[in-house]
């Protein structure tokens, strides 16, 4: 069933898929964004409490779920780089490391501006916001771990379990709000029955999140093709690409 995707696993058929993947994903997350930014902050109605400061929303809370979504897709291939020890697996979460982590820095930072007119405080030690901030450091743990050794496999097998054990860490930042009473707000959008927030409000938020989504996919395939090229560089065909952008740049 998945035979097709074995090619892939080589680094060579990597590299050229996310080269063409690479355009219509970059022109996708800078559509879908600008779209979703603008209608949010310029044409979105204010809120009834909270005035136009809720609008950092459409920054907030794609970054707060992408911080999630990018470390479970970077656990992921640590898990399939740990057990079938598929070397690009490996490359992946190394290159989808730093993402999240900015991600989750941008929710923090957004998550401190927005909070300061409605809690009159830039942080709290809220249980969203330190689970959150746990996230960040795990992040900053992997990012570390993977240049720690000058033995790849060993630096990969120890970023990768760290990666796979932090995973414990997102349902709490999920049901925090639900499990302790918390100062950060409830679910919004995720009670699809009746979201708690107008369709109006809605809809650029929901762009801006797959925006996102889209804007974090191509940056991972920038950073992985830079990753088989710093791996791979004594393969051949990463000297023939060398060459041939050499003789095309004279």
């Known amino acids: 069933m998945w035979k097709w995707l074995h090619p892939y696993a080589k680094s060579e058929m990597a590299y050229q898929l996310c080269g063409k993947l690479l355009p219509w994903f970059a022109i996708l997350s800078?559509?879908?964004?600008?779209?979703?930014?603008?209608?949010?902050l310029a044409f979105a109605p204010s809120d009834y409490q909270q005035g136009d400061s809720f609008r950092i929303i459409y920054i907030h809370v794609p970054s707060a779920i992408w911080s999630m979504g990018v470390y479970m897709s970077m656990a992921i291939a640590a898990f399939i780089g740990l057990v079938w020890q598929v070397k690009l697996s490996d490359m992946?979460?190394?290159?989808?490391?730093p993402i999240g982590a900015v991600y989750t820095f941008i929710a923090l930072v957004t998550g401190?501006?927005?909070?300061?007119?409605?809690?009159?405080?830039?942080?709290?030690?809220?249980?969203?916001?330190?689970?959150?901030?746990i996230?960040?450091?795990?992040?900053?743990?992997?990012?570390?771990?993977?240049?720690?050794?000058?033995?790849?496999?060993?630096?990969?097998?120890?970023?990768?379990?760290?990666?796979?054990?932090?995973?414990?860490?997102?349902?709490?930042?999920?049901?925090?709000?639900?499990?302790?009473?918390?100062?950060?707000?409830g679910a919004t959008i995720t009670k699809f029955a009746k979201p708690s927030i107008?369709?109006?409000?809605?809809?650029?938020?929901?762009?801006?999140?797959?925006?996102?989504?889209?804007?974090?996919?191509?940056?991972?395939?920038?950073?992985?093709?830079?990753?088989?090229i710093h791996k791979e560089s004594h393969r051949p065909w990463v000297a023939a690409i060398a060459n041939a952008k050499f003789e095309g740049g004279k």
């Open 30 to 40: 800078l559509l879908l964004l600008s779209i979703g930014t603008m209608w949010g």
């Open 92 to 97: 992946a979460a190394s290159a989808m490391a």
């Open 112 to 133: 401190s501006i927005w909070g300061k007119p409605m809690w009159g405080a830039w942080w709290v030690w809220d249980a969203r916001l330190t689970s959150e901030l």
């Open 135 to 185: 996230l960040l450091f795990l992040y900053l743990g992997v990012i570390a771990l993977y240049h720690a050794f000058d033995d790849q496999r060993m630096a990969a097998k120890a970023a990768g379990i760290l990666a796979i054990v932090g995973v414990v860490n997102l349902p709490i930042i999920h049901f925090s709000v639900e499990w302790w009473n918390t100062l950060h707000q």
């Open 198 to 228: 107008s369709s109006d409000m809605l809809w650029p938020l929901l762009i801006n999140i797959l925006g996102f989504a889209f804007f974090f996919a191509a940056l991972t395939m920038v950073r992985l093709r830079n990753e088989i």
